[in-house]
């Protein structure tokens, strides 16, 4: 069974920075063969793509957080990376990881990030 931990989450203040990671881990499993993306959701609103890495490296993102926030992988370590740059209040929200190929999805259970001052 995979699992996925996201982890660096937490309170920061308007222009401030986060690194959330997510790992995954499971027998035989290796997230080289997963598209990844980091996804949130703030209270009352859908979940929402935030950014996105392909098996390839290829990345996009939500046009929101475009030239503030990379999102990095490394297979090796199974692990997914968000660097997060200047922080808003609006970034506010549960952050989610999303492991996703032809055959399977994973989500972890989210990390809270707060923006506030």
């Known amino acids: 069974q995979v699992q996925l931990v996201e982890s660096g989450g937490g309170l920061v203040q308007p222009g401030g920075s986060l690194r959330l990671s997510c790992a995954a881990s499971?027998?035989?499993?290796?997230?080289?063969?997963?598209?990844v993306g980091w996804y949130r959701q703030a209270p009352g609103k859908q979940r929402e793509l935030v950014a996105r890495?392909?098996?390839?490296?290829?990345?996009n993102y939500a046009d929101s957080v475009k030239g503030r926030f990379t999102i990095s992988r490394d297979d090796a370590k199974r692990t997914v990376y968000l660097q997060m740059n200047s922080l808003k209040p609006e970034d506010a929200a549960v952050y989610y990881c999303?492991?996703?190929?032809?055959?399977?999805?994973?989500w972890g259970q989210g990390t809270h990030v707060t923006v506030s001052s």
């Open positions: 999303n492991l996703v190929n032809y055959a399977s999805a994973y």
């Open positions: 499971g027998s035989s499993f290796s997230i080289s063969d997963y598209a």
């Open positions: 890495i392909f098996r390839g490296g290829s990345t």
